[in-house]
């Protein structure tokens, strides 16, 4: 029961600094809307930083290593994993989202500059995601599916990068069109400076006439 008060707490919270961010995340609502006494947040929170640490590490982190950790399952398919993966960010992309953007961005914009602990927290989800396609983008060129003069870490850093863009401008835009849009720009771009073919080809059939 423990356990489940806190996750409780954790998802509650996270799903409101998903829609106003963690400086206008008031735990006092949140666990009302619980059915949660203070002193129970305050055992397991002792205060709304401590609150925020552990929705990085618990929720957060896992969620985005989660989103790219598919790229590693099979070294063979790399780049169709990765274009894939991409196309699904485009695809699922719904009104609500672009309206939030995305968490990890938003964080970083509003609580790197405030709280130490709080960027060094969200540094540790970024270089997780980086190492992931660090290493996928390695496998991709030991195979040819990426070319060999690409630097690896750059461009997971910059693939990264550009898909907070994406969500930044279309959430300032409040257009699910523009994020769609930019995506498509993305990914025209990769398949232009990183991959060796495009990874949904397929081979022309020819149909064999008899004379």
Not at 120 to 141: N, P, S, Y
Not at 182 to 210: F, G, H, I, S, W
Request: glycine share 4%; hydrophobic share 40%; proline share 2%.
């Amino acid at each position: 029961m423990k356990n489940s008060t806190r996750q409780n707490i954790l998802e509650k919270c996270f799903q409101a600094i998903e829609k106003g961010g963690f400086e206008a995340l008031r735990t006092d609502k949140e666990i009302n809307g619980l059915s949660i006494s203070k002193g129970a947040f305050y055992h397991y929170f002792p205060t709304k930083l401590e609150l925020g640490y552990a929705i990085i590490e618990e929720l957060i982190k896992p969620m985005y290593e989660s989103k790219w950790s598919s790229l590693l399952e099979n070294e063979s398919s790399v780049a169709e994993k990765l274009y894939q993966l991409i196309e699904s960010e485009k695809n699922t992309v719904t009104d609500i989202k672009v309206s939030r953007g995305d968490v990890l961005y938003n964080l970083m914009l509003e609580m790197s500059g405030v709280d130490h602990k709080f960027r060094l927290k969200l540094d540790e989800v970024l270089e997780i995601q980086v190492k992931i396609l660090q290493k996928a983008l390695l496998l991709g060129k030991s195979n040819d599916q990426f070319k060999s003069n690409v630097d690896s870490r750059s461009m997971a850093y910059s693939l990264i990068g550009q898909l907070h863009g994406c969500y930044a401008i279309a959430k300032t835009r409040n257009s699910k069109d523009v994020f769609v849009s930019m995506v498509n720009a993305l990914q025209k771009q990769l398949l232009e400076v990183l991959y060796t073919k495009n990874p949904l080809q397929q081979p022309v059939m020819v149909e064999q006439r008899a004379y």
